[in-house]
């Protein structure tokens, strides 16, 4: 036995371990709530990262017993794009659990056979190249061609993303989504040191800072972080046309949240139903999701929407068609 055999084998076995036991149970574990910030991300991370990392060594292995010498490459450029094909579909596993976890009105197995076939195709991939009596089995041309195309895909798809973002909003934007990444988890003393470094007056400051005011933050870190938005002269103007848009996830959940002074209310009342009335326009039929994730938006909106709407009572603004119209929304039958 080779020692590129030998490694690429332990390698594989280690994926399998992981895939199997910690990050199945993570994603198990996730799929039984209704999550709406990022606390899932640091465990996701700490077995996807260890996963795709031993699976690029077990395909650096492969590419060095010449398993890939058919793309007609040098060794150095098959090396290089060993690793980027790795990493992308370590990113494309990523965005897949992110939509498993979080699947919007979605239902979540249309995300699980990506989760499952891109690690298991790749470790499959890899013993089929390097172990010849399976191989006399299975043919690894079987899994090697659509593997190599979903791989080039995957590549594509994150330069392209990482292109657009790296020309259209700079090298600030790539740092700000892998620092979000990063500190999806940190401890409330972390969030009080980083509500400190953000500029609220900055874009990406001012969604930092609603992210980090919102119910599923510490009541100390909440408040600090609607202090530092508070110092912006304009921040009611600022949080209005954040509820306007089309994006405004953060916006409500600072609603949600906030104590609202009377000014804030009076400005922030027709904004705020504005957003409650888009989000019910973009739920699809009932049909289209899944019966598990209707009860879970009915659950969520049944407690946030009267929530939102109380504080704006005596404003002027009605919010009982907006309730009534979400409830609408989400009848199990036709006759919306």
């Known amino acids: 036995m080779s020692p590129y055999q030998t490694i690429a084998n332990v390698c594989v076995a280690i994926a399998a371990l992981i895939f199997l036991l910690p990050l199945q149970s993570r994603l198990w574990a996730y799929a039984q709530k209704n999550l709406n910030n990022d606390e899932w991300v640091t465990p996701v991370l700490f077995s996807l990262i260890p996963l795709w990392l031993v699976l690029m060594a077990a395909l650096l292995c492969v590419t060095a017993s010449g398993g890939f010498d058919w793309l007609r490459l040098g060794r150095p450029a098959l090396h290089t794009l060993a690793v980027s094909a790795t990493l992308s579909l370590g990113v494309v596993s990523f965005v897949f659990i992110a939509l498993y976890i979080r699947p919007g009105f979605t239902p979540r197995i249309i995300y699980t056979p990506v989760i499952y076939l891109v690690p298991f195709a790749t470790m499959l991939l890899v013993v089929l190249s390097l172990n010849p009596k399976l191989a006399a089995v299975i043919s690894p041309q079987v899994i090697r061609l659509p593997w190599t195309i979903f791989a080039a895909l995957s590549l594509v798809a994150c330069l392209g993303f990482f292109g657009?973002?790296?020309?259209?909003?700079?090298?600030?934007?790539?740092?700000?989504?892998?620092?979000?990444?990063?500190?999806?988890?940190?401890?409330?003393?972390?969030?009080?040191?980083?509500?400190?470094?953000?500029?609220?007056?900055?874009?990406?400051?001012?969604?930092?800072?609603?992210?980090?005011?919102?119910?599923?933050?510490?009541?100390?870190?909440?408040?600090?972080a609607s202090a530092r938005l508070?110092?912006?002269?304009?921040?009611?103007?600022?949080?209005?046309?954040?509820?306007?848009?089309?994006?405004?996830p953060e916006a409500l959940e600072f609603i949600e949240a906030a104590t609202l002074s009377p000014d804030e209310r009076a400005k922030l009342a027709l904004p705020t139903r504005s957003a409650l009335e888009r989000f019910t326009e973009q739920i699809p039929a009932?049909?289209?999701?899944?019966?598990?994730?209707?009860?879970?938006?009915?659950?969520?909106?049944r407690k946030t929407f009267p929530t939102i709407a109380k504080k704006f009572e005596g404003t002027g603004v009605d919010f009982t068609p907006t309730l009534a119209a979400f409830e609408h929304a989400l009848r199990p039958d036709d006759s919306r």
């Open 286 to 301: 009932p049909n289209y999701m899944s019966p598990e994730r209707r009860k879970q938006l009915l659950k969520w909106g």
């Open 230 to 248: 508070r110092s912006l002269p304009n921040f009611t103007t600022r949080l209005a046309a954040k509820l306007e848009s089309s994006k405004n």
């Open 164 to 224: 657009y973002r790296l020309v259209h909003t700079g090298v600030g934007s790539i740092a700000g989504i892998v620092h979000r990444i990063l500190n999806a988890r940190q401890s409330s003393p972390d969030q009080l040191a980083k509500i400190a470094t953000l500029d609220p007056q900055d874009d990406f400051g001012f969604e930092e800072l609603l992210d980090l005011a919102d119910v599923y933050h510490d009541r100390v870190v909440l408040e600090a």
